[in-house]
């Protein structure tokens, strides 16, 4: 594998480059409040994420505070709840924050950090996507066998 | 030794970097969003059978003397295909708005193209802004449900 040293660290975070300049989107006032009002958006909906986070919390204890071996049950089950929305809660926020700072202050490493928090998030949600729905292609699948179909 | 990297530039043009984050994220949004055309559509059938059931139950009910039962069953099934089509429909617009997000957005990074790359991010925008008002006309609609259901409990108990 060849390396190349005397490469900048930056590369591709060159905004005012002129090399790069050339080829990318002119980042106009409008697409700018395009993104603020999502990062607000995405705000509201993380708080509201971390609302829901901490009732699942909340309900966690007291399912494990029951004891038994239903309350043990009942507490894996929603520790993997929280497990799957934690992320995807996470990500809407790091988004939200960073597109927002990248906005105000002017700031391209923000708006990357932003955006790949974006990419990151939608390729969480279509991979649980697609894990569903394998889940119920095999639900469908074992009930067609056992109805002897 | 010369110092090369750079601090971070103002934000006027999108990046090599930004180009490839945005490429895989209009991927995942599409196949999203086609996966619920799916599910809008198989909702939209459970919807039509639903419709067709509902319109059954005040048949079969006939012989009940009762008129105001008769009545609250077909007011019910009407209702729920109401409320049914509100959501689909929302659904839809809401969507589409994601589709098109994607559409617009690998367009614009396929043939540069700076109208649809403002397209798309408008449409983003409008994705978002159309699920946070929905999400808070259903919590007003649950606050309200509360204090209409808490006021008429206190009534009842002072009945």
Redesign the interface.
């Known amino acids: 594998m060849e390396d190349n040293f005397n490469q900048?660290?930056?590369t591709?975070?060159?905004?005012?480059?002129p090399s790069?300049?050339s080829?990318?989107?002119?980042?106009?006032p409008?697409?700018?409040q395009?993104?603020k009002?999502?990062a607000n958006?995405?705000m509201?909906?993380s708080v509201?994420g971390f609302l829901y986070l901490g009732m699942i919390l909340l309900s966690f204890l007291s399912l494990t505070a029951l004891g038994g071996a239903e309350g043990a049950m009942a507490g894996i089950m929603t520790l993997i709840a929280l497990a799957i929305v934690a992320p995807i809660i996470w990500l809407l926020f790091n988004f939200s924050r960073y597109t927002r700072k990248?906005?105000l202050y002017?700031?391209?490493?923000?708006?990357?950090v932003g955006?790949?928090n974006?990419?990151r998030l939608?390729?969480l949600?279509?991979i649980l996507?697609i894990i569903v729905?394998v889940f119920y292609g095999v639900v469908l699948l074992i009930g067609l066998i056992s109805i002897g179909l | 030794m010369e110092n090369?990297?750079?601090i971070?530039?103002?934000?006027?043009?999108?990046?090599?970097?930004?180009?490839q984050?945005?490429a895989?994220?209009a991927y995942?949004?599409n196949?999203?969003a086609i996966?619920n055309y799916i599910l809008l559509g198989l909702g939209a059938f459970a919807l039509i059978l639903l419709s067709a059931f509902a319109s059954q139950l005040p048949g079969v009910y006939d012989s009940m003397d009762n008129p105001i039962a008769y009545y609250m069953l077909a007011g019910g099934g009407a209702l729920s295909i109401v409320i049914g089509l509100v959501f689909l429909g929302l659904a839809l617009v809401i969507n589409t708005f994601l589709f098109r997000f994607a559409r617009r957005l690998k367009t614009?990074l396929d043939l540069?193209d700076?109208d649809a790359?403002?397209t798309a991010?408008?449409n983003?925008?409008n994705y978002?802004?159309w699920?946070?008002i929905s999400?808070l006309v259903l919590i007003v609609g649950y606050i309200v449900l509360i204090v209409a259901m808490a006021s008429a409990l206190s009534g009842l108990r002072e009945f």
């Open positions: 900048p660290l930056d591709g975070f060159q905004a005012d480059d790069h300049s080829s990318g989107f002119r980042i106009t409008e697409v700018r395009f993104w009002e999502s958006w995405g509201f909906f509201l990248a906005v002017d700031d391209s490493a923000a708006a990357h955006f790949a974006l990419r939608f390729h949600v279509g996507i729905l | 090369t990297f750079n971070p530039g103002g934000l006027n043009r999108s990046t090599e970097l930004m180009h984050d945005w895989t994220t995942w949004a196949f999203i996966v614009a540069h700076q790359f403002e991010w408008f983003f925008r978002l802004r699920n946070g999400i």
